[in-house]
T-cell receptor, first 117, second 111 residues
Framework: GAVVSQHPSRVICKSGTSVKIECRSL??????MFWYRQFPKKSLMLMAT?????????EQGVEKDKFLINHASLTLSTLTVTSAHPEDSSFYIC?????????????FGPGTRLLVL | DAKTTQPPSMDCAEGRAANLPCNHS???????VYWYRQIHSQGPQYIIH???NNETNEMASLIITEDRKSSTLILPHATLRDTAVYYC????????????FGQGTRLTINP
């Protein structure tokens, strides 16, 4: 299947700093990417839909000024957690839509584990 | 998107077929059934999807009932590496395109 990468795989930061997470589709172009976060022993929660060349669409309850999303190219979307606090510690996962085949499929990255101290 | 219902957990012996059920009684005509799995501390992995016909690939088979209100994912010869949380998701192919995850089924393959 198609490959989606994330960088970094894990990050530890101090409270109040900002953290940028990159999501790349390695062997296909993705006009749409998605950002999720997952707390321990919980399911994935969709945060926002990232659209190449336009503003992201955020799910209800997700602060757009807190979680900045940029989708500047067809293979890269970034999520920046601004002024991070310990409650932002979570597993952040992106996915990308692959529309190149006969049927569309979404592929997920390996996730980024964020720990805010 | 239609809500799905899955058992919270299941066990299966190594080498046997694992049959994971999913109910999606409110599914509409243009909604597909997708299956993903998540192994601990990794991103979800795509398994298979279908609309109304049964589907098979190298990983699994998907059996969808004729009324489309339920489906079963079949792992024909389960191995220890198939231990994971399996998510059944119903999604409108023409709609918002987003996948909304439920709680899934935690499948444990026992030696």
């Amino acid at each position: 299947g198609a490959v989606v990468s994330q960088h970094p795989s894990r990050v530890i930061c101090k409270s109040g700093t900002s953290v940028k997470i990159e999501c790349r589709s390695l062997d296909f172009q993705a006009t749409t990417m998605f950002w999720y976060r997952q707390f321990p022993k919980k399911s994935l929660m969709l945060m926002a839909t990232s659209n190449e060349g336009s503003k992201a669409t955020y799910e209800q309850g997700v602060e757009k000024d807190k979680f900045l999303i940029n989708h500047a190219s067809l293979t890269l979307s970034t999520l920046t957690v601004t002024s991070a606090h310990p409650e932002d510690s979570s597993f952040y996962i992106c996915s990308a839509r692959d529309t190149s085949g006969a049927q569309e499929t979404q592929y997920f990255g390996p996730g980024t584990r964020l720990l805010v101290l | 998107d239609a809500k799905t219902t899955q058992p919270p957990s299941m066990d299966c012996a190594e080498g046997r077929a694992a049959n994971l059920p999913c109910n999606h009684s409110t599914i509409s005509g243009n909604e597909y059934v997708y299956w993903y799995r998540q192994i601990h501390s990794q991103g979800p992995q795509y398994i298979i999807h279908g609309l109304k016909n049964n589907e098979t690939n190298e990983m699994a088979s998907l059996i969808i009932t004729e009324d489309r209100k339920s489906s079963t994912l079949i792992l024909p010869h389960a191995t220890l590496r198939d231990t994971a949380v399996y998510y059944c998701i119903v999604r409108d192919f023409q709609g918002a395109q987003k996948l909304v995850f439920g709680q899934g089924t935690r499948l444990t393959i026992n030696p």
